[in-house]
Antibody
């Protein structure tokens, strides 16, 4: 069964850091780009970041550029999102999502269950 | 950034009704448009990709059409399990952007 399982969310103070992980199973992980998409409470979907199958290309939304870093370990079938300098507006459920394609984010065909990140003092 | 708009923002319809949602892009995105369904408390689910292609396993009552800046998503016969919020998403340019969503419920 194709599955994505996020972990690492929690409560963090403004200015703090958090690392999210997403464990993949049931497909050839290195053959697909992966993304992080977030959803603030009661709001819509916001694409955050993506990484190509090899890890050689990364993409970011302006709202997180310079603060968040996406990476992947294809030997462990795991996607990461390192989040630094967190702000209240980063509070959201963070989903990892598998892409249809290898290189750049296109259609997100498999989603994890999401992990909640709350930035508050 | 490419702005995506959807209309209506919400709708109520009866079981068996035909439901149509429109999505408009702020610039030409060819057919680089996807549709997702999100039920409360759940992750989104891809229904339609490349404007009109049905994702594997998705019921045929769902369909999509359009190209350029104007797109349409249709449920041919609304079912109780279709209660959800529907989002369009473009992938012509970075950053990838979603529409604000259309909430569908049963009248």
């Amino acid at each position: 069964e194709v599955q994505l399982l996020e972990s690492g969310g929690g409560l963090v103070q403004p200015g703090g850091s958090l690392r999210l992980s997403c464990a993949a199973s049931g497909f050839t992980f290195s053959s697909y780009a992966m993304s992080w998409v977030r959803q603030a409470p009661g709001k819509g979907l916001e694409w955050v970041s993506a990484i190509s199958g090899s890890g050689g290309s990364t993409y970011y939304a302006d709202s997180v550029k310079g603060r968040f870093t996406i990476s992947r370990d294809n030997s462990k079938n795991t996607l990461y999102l390192q989040m630094n300098s967190l702000r209240a507006e980063d509070t959201a459920v963070y989903y990892c999502a598998k892409d249809h394609h290898l290189i750049a984010p296109s259609a997100f065909d498999i989603w994890g269950q999401g992990t909640m990140v709350t930035v508050s003092s | 950034d490419i702005q995506m708009t959807q209309s209506p923002s919400s709708l109520s319809a009866s079981v068996g009704d035909r439901v149509t949602i429109t999505c408009q892009a702020s610039q030409d995105i060819s057919n680089y448009l996807n549709w997702y369904q999100q039920k409360p408390g759940k992750a989104p689910k891809l229904l339609i990709y490349d404007a009109s292609n049905l994702e594997t396993g998705v019921p045929s009552r769902f369909s999509g059409s359009g190209s350029g800046t104007d797109f349409t998503f249709t449920i041919s016969s609304l079912q109780p399990e279709d209660i959800a919020t529907y989002y369009c998403q473009q992938y012509d340019n970075l950053p990838r952007t979603f529409g604000p969503g259309t909430k569908v419920d049963i009248k």
